[in-house]
């Protein structure tokens, strides 16, 4: 009986830690290059990014942190001891973020654009043309 009470007690609890936990994500951003790569990078609430890729040129799966100055995004991967996949980026990466749509690399000046989770994660990415983008001074 105390063992089905505390069930009663914790099993709301549990599911809206749950649902807390899929609303987290503030943006999604995905793309695949003509290289074969695909990338998908999440960026959530408490300043946290998952970038996976996957495909011929792929790195892999690095989790990090991120921080937006003005219009560019820096993501700065956890250390290895916290990273899941032996292969990571080990390196700050530095992106512009294009209005609210569009996410540039701005090592290799690809886009990914911006998605809703859930949504079919397949755009093929177009590359920037470097004078093109306005990035603001850091």
Known sequence: MRILALL???TPQFIRAQEASKDSILYLFYGCRNDGTCCRYEFYNNGTVICDETGHLAVGYTKGSFLVNKDTVFITPLPQDQQTDKYYYRFTRKFFLD?????????IYYDYRRAK??????????????????????
């Open 8 to 10: 009663l007690i914790l």
């Open 99 to 107: 209005g609210d749509s569009s996410l540039v690399d701005l090592e």
């Open 117 to 138: 989770p859930g949504e079919n994660d397949f755009y093929v990415s177009k590359k920037r043309n470097k004078e093109s983008l306005k990035v603001e001074d850091e």
